[in-house]
């Protein structure tokens, strides 16, 4: 699936009509192979706080290249500002004083991360500063450019080594089309980080549940998940049981052919889970579809079969699997939300009401969920699949721009955050909702 207007800016005439008419420039942006550093360059560490003292040895255990002295006239390729020090609105100018002099001498599709304090935890001036930070880090992604990104990564006190997985992750291309986004760890008292033997294969012994596995994002989450080690097993309606067939014998994984909003669904899927794998580490609910009408002209069916699919059924599939105690400890349970379930959308009032559903069901579960079992969700903005080539030109086009990176995301793009919430380092993040859409002008 290709974005043919970045390719025509890329060509001689494309250049002239983009300096010329003020049209977008999408930069290319890098994505991580097998085999590949983590972080292509240097990365400079700032600020004050709780953090900073045991950074660079923690971005050293990551694999990365980190200093705390900036050499005059070098080039980073990320920044990381430890803001956990800053306890007064006067104080926040500490972050015009080290990022105002760094801004030029970035490197393509730089990294920026910003640790906090979760407002929430603090009073006063100290959380007027805090929340101040969200602001601040939400415009720089949109202004930094060339394909860069920049998050803000709230650890509450105590769980400073539980970032490491986090760090890793908004460090590397693996983050990609992630930007503008507010993350919170250590959150309940979960503050250890769950061990990760091996960078590059952090999945390894694991087993995934994948559902609409057999294409689109589903195929991605599901090859990603098998890259890093799982063993994957995938659902898909019976209708695609040829193509989920092969890519799982291709994944040297298992296949489950059946529909997930069956009544005996979550049931066979727990008891296939429990006696062919015994038990399962990582549960992706991925399978979603679309059944677009204005309300006014909304058939029952429509809205019904939305909300079964995208809401009703990973809501019972992970009921039962806890309930039988087929989710390993330390296991993940992964909701994929949207962006129109942000911001709402023409023609999705169904849609949009599964995927938001789908975020508070997240919000619900984090806070029952025990045995350093997490649940977290992914909303994609425009990821460039079969579904969306369908979409009109004009609206494609309208929907693959209106972001801070001018372009829309691929299905490894999701992928790799999904793997990120997957990875046993993860523990500590529990009850997100991270946005994969470039930072999309649309929603919060
Ligand atoms: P897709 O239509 O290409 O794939 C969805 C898969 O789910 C298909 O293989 C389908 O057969 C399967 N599926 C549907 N109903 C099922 C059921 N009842 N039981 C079992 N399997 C079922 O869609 P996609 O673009 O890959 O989207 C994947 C997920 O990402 C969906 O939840 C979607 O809502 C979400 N999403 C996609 C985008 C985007 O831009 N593509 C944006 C936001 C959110």
Redo the contacts with the bound molecule.
């Keep these: 699936m290709s974005d043919k207007y970045q390719g025509f800016v890329s060509s001689p005439v494309g250049k002239f009509l983009v300096k010329n008419l003020g049209l977008p420039s999408p930069t290319r942006l890098e994505r991580w192979s097998e085999g590949a550093p983590f972080v292509d360059g240097t990365v400079l560490v700032g600020g004050t706080g709780r953090l900073v003292p045991q950074l660079l040895a923690q971005l050293k255990e990551l694999e990365v290249t980190a200093t705390d002295q900036d050499a005059e006239g070098a080039t980073y390729k990320g920044l990381v500002f430890d803001a956990t020090g800053l306890e007064s609105p006067q104080a926040l100018v500490a972050l015009r004083d080290f990022f105002t002099p760094l801004m030029r001498r970035l490197t393509s599709c730089p990294r920026v991360v910003v640790l906090g304090t979760p407002p929430e935890l603090l009073e006063g001036d100290a959380r007027i500063a805090q929340r101040a930070l969200e602001g601040f880090t939400r415009s720089l992604g949109k202004e930094i450019g060339r394909g860069g990104t920049a998050q803000l990564v709230y650890v509450a006190p105590g769980a400073e080594r539980a970032a490491d997985s986090t760090l890793s992750f908004f460090l590397s291309p693996k983050s990609a089309y992630v930007s503008g986004q507010v993350v919170r760890i250590g959150l309940g008292g979960r503050t250890s980080a769950g061990d990760v033997t091996d960078l590059r294969r952090p999945l390894e012994g694991k087993v995934a549940l994948v ?2 596995a ?5 195929e991605q989450i599901a090859r990603v998940l098998h890259r890093d080690g799982a063993t994957v097993v995938g ?3 019976p209708q ?1 049981a040829s193509e989920l067939v092969t890519l799982m014998a291709e994944l040297d994984g298992d296949h489950l052919a059946l ?3 069956h009544p005996d669904a979550a049931q066979r899927i727990a008891h296939h889970l429990a006696t062919e794998h015994g038990g399962v580490d990582v549960v992706v609910h ?4 679309t059944r677009d009408k204005k309300l006014a002209n909304m058939a029952e069916d429509r809205w019904d079969s939305v909300i079964a ?2 809401l009703t059924a990973p809501a019972t599939i992970t009921r039962e699997l806890l309930a039988q105690r087929v989710i390993n400890p330390n296991g993940r349970v992964i909701g ?1 939300s ?1 962006i129109a379930g942000i911001a709402g959308n023409v023609g999705q009032t169904n849609y949009a009401a599964s995927k938001a559903g789908v975020i508070g069901w997240v919000q619900d579960l984090a806070d029952d969920l025990t045995d350093g079992i997490t649940v977290n969700a992914v909303a ?4 460039i ?4 080539a369908a979409v009109p030109f004009a609206t494609r086009e309208v929907g693959q721009r209106l972001n801070a990176m001018s372009q829309g995301g691929l ?1 490894v793009d999701v992928a790799e955050t999904i793997a990120w919430y997957a990875s046993p380092g993860s523990t500590a993040v529990n009850g997100n909702v991270v946005r994969v859409c470039g930072q999309m002008m649309l929603g919060a």
Excluded: K, L
């Design positions: 559902t609409g057999s294409r689109g994002i589903g659902v898909d309606v695609a529909d997930i909003t991925n399978a979603g579809i699919v995208n994929v949207s994609p903005g425009f990821i699949t079969a579904m969306t299905p």
